[in-house]
């Protein structure tokens, strides 16, 4: 996991590398323009000779960034023009020596397409001239933003940021560290901003690069290191995480399959599932917990219903009816027949398709909850049935709840959404308070576990968001902690590799299928080329993220 930093954080980092290692602050900006100019080489094909370049620079530190990267794209052949909100004389520290080498530069009249270099003038003329530029580079405002931008450079940025927009030939926009405007350590927009198609932050992620809707304005991200000891980013106080496939598949390496490998030795799980109403939903859930690995599935649901999900369920998933009431809904009266299926369990799933609304069903998910063995996983409307929530969980039997925002309002007793506006904080607090493993499922989900930690899941896509994703998800998470059971690995690790495998599951599902098209059953049916992707697939230094702004 690539943990998220602060403003703060992050500038604590930089300072103690250069006074604990000895690496001065010149090094780490030269080394971050270096990683940028190189990024942006490889998405133009291998070369940028010959390609015009206007970069955006403000007074700070990210505005030094800029300039390092103008002069690296310009020895590599890019035709340059550098803006400046400012003067150089204004600049300070490693930015000036930046800027005045760049100024230097542009007033050689000797050099060979020396790069043109304008500081507070000729803004005019620039806007004109929008069209004609290949690639932006924005490395106006850094970290250090935490208002809207404010005179006297807010007319200037909003004028250009405007004009971008309504570039007849867009040029491709990169951002350094984060898109100007943003405040890096929230997730929301604070003022106008610059929509990016690229953003290049350096040695660990800020939470307005990975969490939506400040998130959906970098474009595709790379995380690249500069410098700085990675135990020091370590060291920091931050509890909040971004996965990355280096999770994903160290849990497919401690779950491998082994020669003596059979079904009991690859778990056992049961899902207490469907309804007369909603048998689709024990289908979906039964075979994605069959396909994620598991050795043995049963699908508990209500007997009206067992023909129907027999009929369409795998082969290999076990079905077993039991007692309901008039609503063809499971009962309380089936609690001996389902506590005789679980004891054997590694893993209970309960909730999808249950269909909640009698009294007698809420009574018999309580009452499995309460009465567990192993860990239970609650879904739909098994989350409905313990609503307002007042359980706890342990560390031996825990409880993975896996809600929307719908169902997680309906968990805290209140329909108040302003209540989850700060999401990463509120899952905090319920994990931490109720002693449970929770998944707070969105554009974004959040995994949050009694400890404090909350990882942020960077795989998945709108598509998933059609009927029958979230019982299949159910399925793979209850597959996935049965392998986890039997091979001793940690339940939170495997929640969080679990939504990122189904996450790049349905990534896969959209490239193949499209998003308008993409079923539940696909993104099951690319679980295989998900755990190939993630196992056999070199892992590098940079993470990147899908474009979601589309």
Not at 432 to 449: D, F, S
């Amino acid at each position: 996991m690539r943990k998220i930093l602060t403003a703060g954080e992050m500038s604590e980092v930089d300072k103690r590398t250069s006074e604990e290692y000895g690496i001065p602050s010149i090094i780490l900006m030269e080394n971050a323009a270096h990683a940028t100019a190189r990024i942006i080489t490889e998405k133009l094909g291998g070369s940028v000779r010959d390609k015009s370049f206007l970069v955006l620079c403000g007074k700070g530190n990210n505005g030094g960034d800029g300039a390092a990267i103008a002069r690296i794209l310009w020895m590599t052949g890019a035709k340059l023009q550098v803006y400046l909100f400012g003067r150089a004389r204004e600049t300070a520290g490693d930015a000036r020596i930046n800027f005045d080498a760049l100024k230097d530069l542009s007033l050689q009249n000797k050099v060979e397409n020396s790069p043109e270099f304008y500081e507070s003038e000729g803004l005019d003329g620039l806007l004109d001239g929008l069209n004609g530029f290949d690639v932006v580079v924005d490395a106006v405002f850094g970290t250090g933003l935490t208002s809207p931008v404010r005179e006297p450079f807010a007319s200037d940025f909003e004028k250009i940021t405007s004009g971008l927009s309504k570039c007849e030939n867009v040029p491709f926009k990169v951002s350094v560290d984060l898109p100007s405007g943003l405040d890096s350590d929230h997730y929301f927009k604070i003022g106008k901003c610059l929509k990016a198609d690229l953003t290049v932050t350096f040695s660990a992620p800020k939470m307005a690069n990975v969490f939506p809707p400040a998130s959906n304005l970098n474009g595709e991200l790379h995380v690249v290191p500069i410098g700085s000891p990675r135990e020091l980013i370590d060291k920091c106080d931050s509890q909040t995480f971004l996965a990355e496939k280096a999770e994903a598949r160290s849990w497919l390496q401690k779950t491998e399959f082994s020669s003596d490998s059979y079904k009991n030795k690859r778990g056992n799980a049961i899902l207490v599932v469907g309804s007369r109403k909603y048998s689709g939903a024990a289908v979906l859930a039964g075979n994605g917990a069959m396909q994620s690995g598991a050795g043995m599935v049963t699908v508990a649901t209500s007997d009206s219903a067992l023909e129907s999900v027999s009929k369409r369920v795998l082969p290999e998933v076990m079905v077993r009816g039991v007692a309901e009431n008039s609503e063809g809904s499971i009962s309380e009266n089936a609690l001996d027949q389902v506590q005789n299926l679980i004891k054997k369990a590694d893993v209970v799933a309960i909730g999808s398709g249950l269909n909640s609304e009698r009294e007698t069903t809420r009574k018999f998910v309580r009452y499995v909850v309460e009465k567990r063995t192993s860990p239970v996983i609650i879904d739909a409307d098994g989350l409905s049935s313990l609503s307002p929530f007042d359980l706890e969980g342990s560390d031996s039997m825990p409880l993975i709840l896996t809600p929307h925002e719908g169902e997680f309002l309906r968990l805290l007793g209140t329909t108040d959404k302003e209540s989850i506006e700060d999401r990463v904080g509120v899952v905090r607090t319920f994990a931490q308070k109720y002693k449970v493993i929770l998944a707070l499922k969105g554009e974004r989900t959040l995994i949050a576990e009694p400890g404090g930690k909350v990882v942020i899941n960077p795989t998945g896509n709108s598509g998933l968001g059609k009927a029958g994703n979230g019982d299949n998800l159910t399925g793979i998470i209850t597959g996935f902690i049965a392998q986890s059971v039997r091979a001793n690995v940690p339940i939170f690790n495997s929640v969080v590799a679990a939504f990122y495998v189904a996450g790049l599951a349905g990534d896969i599902a959209e490239r193949k299928f499209g998003k308008r098209v993409m079923l539940a059953s696909d993104v099951r049916d690319c679980l295989a080329e998900a755990f190939g992707e993630i196992q056999y697939e070199e892992h590098g230094a940079a993470f990147e993220s899908v474009d979601r702004s589309l």
